[in-house]
């Protein structure tokens, strides 16, 4: 059996190993699930953390994958309503020409890897006829928004019909009047890829969020990593049991709440600048660290996750300890940061 059964009740959360399924997109139970409730014309909702249509393309011969001029993250495409494709960052908002052949090597193998919203919501039609509607922050962040959503679904209802709704992380909390059946979270370890020390919370809170607030029986969560106790823990609804163990994580690992967490961000068009800017001041800071024997505090540097946005580069540097806050006193007063136009975040939440 590829999958658990975590019973609460009146909810049974069905926690699918995708690693053992045949299809890499829609397990067995996902595949009977759909067709027993389309068939009973009873209501689904999906949620998939990705917007757009494929997450990225990549050439087939040399493994080239494009990215955006202005920002370092790979360029998606999505589809529009006359099935035109239009090829955008999702950061900066720069449209592309979608591309033909490869811009290294001028293949013509051009590989559209990934499934987003819009692919979802294609695939769905092409394999159970289901209609969708996708519900995303750009489609439901004002009220005319919303009223137009809702006057979709009031259309579906007077043609006797239950679309599909397709999720996305930003809408956790169900519909006002439109109580879902069967709720699906297409790929539920998406956000522990991110190399961030929060990222487990955040996982957690995205699925334990969902089975408090849905008052649906059944909920499938199909995952690339079953064992994972963010995953585990939020199937059970523990959420004792995971802050134990996230805990264990983050003391191992010297994160807050254990240690203290400065973030110190220097942004900058010229390259070049910016490396001498970082490498200036970290030295300075190992400086007052050694002069100050506080040889306990971890201080080092490292680009950004997205290291480039709207033209300009980005670089960290990150000082861990018990007692940081002391320590960026000295800083202060010592380098004059706030004339440096180095921007400091105070324990962040996230180091992306």
């Known amino acids: 059996?590829?999958?658990?059964?975590?019973?609460?009740?009146?909810?049974?959360?069905?926690?699918?190993?995708?690693?053992?399924?045949?299809?890499?997109?829609?397990?067995?139970?996902?595949?009977?699930?759909?067709?027993?409730?389309?068939?009973?014309?009873?209501?689904?909702?999906?949620?998939?953390?990705?917007?757009?249509f494929d997450t990225w393309i990549i050439c087939h011969q040399c493994g080239h994958i494009p990215y955006c001029d202005h920002c370092s993250v790979a360029i998606n495409y999505h589809l529009m309503p006359n099935w035109d494709k239009i090829w955008i960052c999702h950061i900066c908002k720069k449209q592309y020409v979608y591309p033909r052949t490869c811009e290294k090597c001028w293949s013509v193998e051009i590989i559209e890897y990934g499934i987003?919203?819009?692919?979802?919501?294609?695939?769905?039609?092409?394999?159970?006829?289901?209609?969708?509607?996708?519900?995303?922050?750009?489609?439901?962040?004002?009220?005319?928004?919303?009223?137009?959503?809702?006057?979709?679904?009031?259309?579906?209802?007077?043609?006797?019909?239950?679309?599909?709704?397709?999720?996305t992380s930003l809408l956790t909390t169900p519909i006002k009047d439109w109580n879902l059946d069967l709720l699906i979270f297409f790929d539920a370890d998406i956000g522990l890829n991110i190399p961030d020390y929060n990222a487990n919370e955040k996982n957690f809170y995205f699925l334990y969020e969902a089975f408090v607030k849905h008052s649906c029986k059944t909920f499938i969560v199909q995952t690339l990593n079953p064992d994972h106790y963010s995953i585990r823990c939020a199937c059970w609804l523990k959420k004792d049991e995971f802050y134990e163990n996230e805990n264990e994580f983050r003391k191992a690992n010297t994160y807050p709440p254990f240690w203290e967490m400065c973030l110190i961000l220097y942004k900058d068009e010229i390259e070049e600048k910016l490396y001498n800017k970082v490498d200036q001041l970290y030295k300075e800071l190992l400086y007052l660290q050694q002069k100050y024997k506080l040889e306990e505090m971890e201080i080092y540097t490292t680009p950004a996750l997205i290291y480039k946005v709207f033209w300009k580069y980005r670089y960290n540097i990150i000082l861990k300890w018990k007692e940081v806050r002391n320590f960026m006193d000295i800083v202060y007063s010592k380098l004059a940061l706030h004339k440096k136009w180095f921007k400091i975040n105070w324990m962040p939440e996230t180091i992306v």
């Not at 999958?3 to 595949?31: A, G, T």
């Not at 209609?131 to 922050?137: G, H, Q």
Request: with cysteine; net charge positive.
């Open 116 to 167: 987003w919203t819009q692919k979802l919501a294609q695939l769905l039609k092409e394999k159970y006829g289901a209609d969708s509607l996708i519900v995303e922050s750009e489609t439901a962040n004002s009220a005319s928004k919303i009223q137009k959503f809702n006057d979709k679904l009031n259309e579906f209802q007077s043609q006797w019909k239950c679309p599909i709704l397709i999720w």
């Open 1 to 52: 059996m590829n999958y658990e059964c975590f019973d609460h009740w009146e909810k049974k959360i069905f926690l699918v190993d995708m690693k053992r399924e045949q299809d890499k997109h829609f397990s067995e139970l996902f595949d009977k699930g759909v067709k027993k409730y389309l068939a009973a014309k009873k209501k689904i909702g999906i949620l998939i953390n990705k917007k757009g």
